[in-house]
């Protein structure tokens, strides 16, 4: 079992339509980063969260340490938030580690 | 400064080449990550650097060679790679101990590296 599994792995949407991504992880983290990639593209870093909610935009993100679940949620979606919503969670216990990441979820939205 | 750059954007490079990614930061971040990743799968990390040494090398092939000169580069050095190491090279700093609810994570815009 992936220590951080995504659903859905895909999704298409209609444009307007509220959108939830869900990740669950089984170790200890410091922190949980979700993660923007469009196609051949680099990746940008939306949130990090250690607990409770973060709203930028029409982004937010929860997390629920206890539950080890975290939501990212798109209101109003728009086609251009198509793109990979990965989550990638870092270790607790101190230093550089590197990220675990999910497999991601393909996200489309539909005009 | 609040990015990671990553130089060059493309590379196509021969089995027989000698060639370098160059990745630069200057948000004073003191951990310093390479990643390679594959069309349609997560990053996979190579190599992490901390206070600019090797800290961890996730039993990487020899002919990726990591090299960090200062605390805001780091360099990959590729000779006779072959045509499967082609992917997608990101680059990536943090803090070393990230403060709650301090900086994350930044990524550079990756090195699209192509092994003829």
């Known amino acids: 079992k992936n220590e951080v599994e995504q659903s859905p792995q895909n999704l298409t949407a209609q444009e307007g339509e509220f959108i939830t991504i869900n990740c669950s992880y089984s170790v200890g983290i410091s922190a949980l980063h979700w993660l923007q990639q469009h196609p051949g593209g680099g990746i940008v870093s939306l949130f990090m969260?250690?607990?409770g909610k973060k709203k930028h935009g029409r982004l937010i993100a929860t997390i629920n340490i206890q539950e080890k679940h975290s939501s990212l949620h798109i209101t109003a979606s728009h086609p251009r938030d198509s793109a990979v919503y990965i989550c990638?969670?870092?270790?607790?216990?101190?230093?550089?580690?590197?990220?675990?990441f999910g497999k991601g979820t393909h996200l489309i939205i539909q005009p | 400064d609040t990015e990671v750059t990553q130089t060059p954007k493309h590379l196509v490079m021969g089995m027989t080449n000698k060639k370098s990614l160059k990745c630069e930061q200057h948000m004073g971040h003191r951990a310093m990550y390479w990643y390679k990743q594959k069309a349609k799968k997560p990053p996979e990390l190579m190599f992490v650097y901390s206070y600019e040494k090797l800290s961890i090398n996730e039993s990487v092939p020899s002919r990726f060679s990591p090299e960090c000169p200062n605390s805001s580069l780091l360099n990959l050095h590729l000779h006779a790679l072959q045509p499967e190491d082609s992917a997608l090279y990101l680059c990536a700093s943090s803090q070393v101990f990230p403060r709650l609810g301090g900086e994350g994570y930044t990524f550079g815009s990756g090195t699209r590296l192509t092994v003829v």
């Open positions: 969260l250690s607990s």
């Open positions: 990638a969670v870092r270790r607790s216990g101190g230093g550089a580690d590197g990220l675990t």
